[in-house]
């Protein structure tokens, strides 16, 4: 089936520093999302991408789709505590309206 | 608005006893989701309804699990009977069509029911 793996699987970063994590799969995949999942919550869409190369932003937190259409990005900048959660990467399976989930990459920002 | 909203937020229960997940999706939208969180697994889609009608349920682990869609605002997840390995975080999600996400369609999550079965 499809998988989608993300990097680092966690990350431990200080207070103010830019973040970048990654996202492959085996497959291709027309649509990314990523999301975040705050701890003791349920993840929620931060960007959607919808064509290969697209380059997104919402506030200070950008996301690109790669050219191949089997990877995407997601870098944060100048993080803050309330940055900590699991970010996954997500695509829908074709046809259809369900999601695969990557498998997460864990931010823990230290004051 | 309100949510997707889940109950129980928390069980625990032992092995053996039936389990029963309860799930109500944002008014208005028309597709479902049951989804799994574990650590070693990550999130896993176990079933999913369109217009109350049961679309895929390939993700559904065996037959002591079963999904019901009475009416477009409640669902029910059921384990019976329940095993230690069931323990996991289930999320129910709605989204407002059935069409994917490049159509503009987000699907929205619950908190999650944490299980543990003991």
């Known amino acids: 089936g499809q998988q989608l793996n993300q990097s680092p699987q966690s990350m431990f970063i200080q207070e103010g520093e830019d973040v970048s994590m990654n996202c492959t799969s085996s497959?291709?995949?027309?649509?990314w999302l990523w999301y975040k999942q705050d701890p003791g919550e349920g993840p929620v869409l931060l960007i959607a991408?919808?064509?290969?190369?697209e380059l997104t932003s919402n506030g200070r937190l950008t996301a690109q789709f790669g050219i191949t259409r089997k990877d995407s990005f997601l870098n944060i900048s100048a993080s803050i505590p309330s940055d900590v959660g699991i970010y996954f990467c997500a695509g829908p399976k074709t046809g259809a309206n369900n999601l695969f989930f990557g498998t997460g990459t864990r931010l823990t920002v230290i004051p | 608005d309100a949510g997707v909203i889940q109950s129980p937020r928390h069980e625990v229960t032992e092995m053996g006893q039936e389990v029963t997940l309860r799930c109500k999706p944002i008014s208005g939208h028309n597709s479902l989701f049951w989804y799994r969180q574990t650590m070693m697994r990550g999130l896993e889609l176990l079933i999913y309804f369109n217009n109350n009608v049961p679309i895929d349920d390939s993700g559904m682990p065996e037959d002591r699990f079963s999904a019901k869609m009475p009416n477009a605002s409640f669902s029910t997840l059921k384990i019976q009977p329940s095993e230690p390995r069931d323990s996991a975080v289930y999320f129910c999600?709605?989204?407002?069509?059935?069409?994917?996400?490049?159509?503009?369609?987000?699907?929205?999550f619950g908190e999650g029911s944490w299980l543990t079965v003991v």
């Open positions: 497959s291709i995949f027309n649509t």
């Open positions: 999600a709605s989204s407002l069509r059935s069409g994917g996400p490049e159509q503009g369609n987000t699907i929205y």
């Open positions: 991408l919808y064509k290969a190369g």
